[in-house]
């Protein structure tokens, strides 16, 4: 693994000194971002010890080429080259930091949706359970209130015979002796 770490090290720094030499015959203006980014590794390899005095070395020789009215106008070149892909930059990290709240605010708007559903499916599961309990309550009571109505009309016409056998026996009691 370490092995593998080295040579991929050596691979990247390799990558960058090919990328100077073909930016220093092509012209191009040579600063620490643009040669990262030319050579797709980040800009902390390139203040490396080893290969920044090689970067060093390469801007040198480009000013050395340069006539002496350009040197000015090619540094303003490059800081404006460096400007340029510093706002590409920021303009992609903004875009990449809008993405990542949209999905943020979908994968959070999903979860509560998620969260509220299954508080909901309890609920009502509560409420229907407690339902068929109220249900099953209000069944047994009307079964007994039937059943004390009729035993209601059974004492009412109970007492009507008491009272229609008393009222006899008192009549029967208050009647002269007979002939």
Known sequence: ????RRQDS?????????????????GTPITFASVARHATVSTWLVYAPGVREAVT??????????????????????LAADLALAHA???RLRAEHAGCQQQLRKA??????NLAKADLLTRVGELTS????????????????DHLRERISELEDDLAAA???LRRM????????GP
């Not at 070395?57 to 490059?78: F, I, L, M, N």
């Not at 407690?130 to 047994?140: D, F, G, R, W």
Request: with cysteine; net charge positive.
């Open 163 to 165: 009272r229609t056998g």
């Open 10 to 26: 050596q691979a990247k720094r390799t990558r960058v000194l090919t990328t100077l030499k073909r930016m220093l015959d092509d």
């Open 1 to 4: 693994m370490v092995r593998a």
């Open 57 to 78: 070395e390469a801007q040198t020789r480009q000013d050395s080429h340069r006539t002496a009215g350009a040197p000015a106008r090619q540094d303003t070149c490059g």
């Open 89 to 91: 930059e920021i303009t």
């Open 108 to 113: 959070l708007g999903a979860r509560l949706d």
């Open 130 to 145: 407690h339902n068929s309990e109220l249900s099953a309550l209000l069944t047994a009571a009307r079964t007994g209130s």
């Open 170 to 177: 008192i009549r029967s009691e208050n009647l002269p002796p």
